[in-house]
């Protein structure tokens, strides 16, 4: 029901726009979130907006860089990605929480009920 895109290869100092268009249902009032998981570690937090107020969140290793946006009429959230790094090379995923999950912030995985399938970001130094 989350569909990822936008994904590719940039030379470092580029840009990106990924994008995750909902369907089968109305994400309107989920939190939704971006995390990215690189070869061998983690899946980790990227940044978040919350559906009532609009506020955001980022990872340290982000801010200033990335921009999370929503547009609720279309059923989609963005990630703007700018001045890429060769550490930002990862899968990112988008997530979606729908007020019915369990909420322990917006950089926690277990804030969100609802993956997208992951789309690759390759940044060439």
């Known amino acids: 029901q989350l569909q990822a895109s936008g994904g590719g290869l940039v030379q470092d100092g580029g840009s990106l726009r990924l994008s995750c268009a909902a369907s089968g249902r109305t994400f309107s009032r989920a939190r939704m979130g971006w995390f990215r998981q690189a070869p061998g570690k983690e899946r980790e937090f990227v940044a978040g907006?919350?559906?009532?107020?609009?506020?955001?969140q980022y990872a340290d290793a982000v801010k200033g860089r990335f921009t999370i946006s929503r547009d609720n009429a279309k059923n989609t959230a963005y990630l703007q990605m700018n001045s890429l790094k060769s550490d930002d090379t990862a899968v990112y995923y988008c997530?979606?929480?729908?007020?019915?999950?369990?909420?322990?912030?917006?950089?926690?995985?277990?804030?969100?009920?609802?993956w997208g399938q992951g789309t690759q970001v390759t940044v060439s130094s």
């Open positions: 997530a979606a929480g729908t007020p019915l999950s369990a909420y322990n912030g917006l950089p926690s995985v277990q804030s969100y009920d609802y």
């Open positions: 907006i919350r559906w009532n107020s609009g506020s955001t």
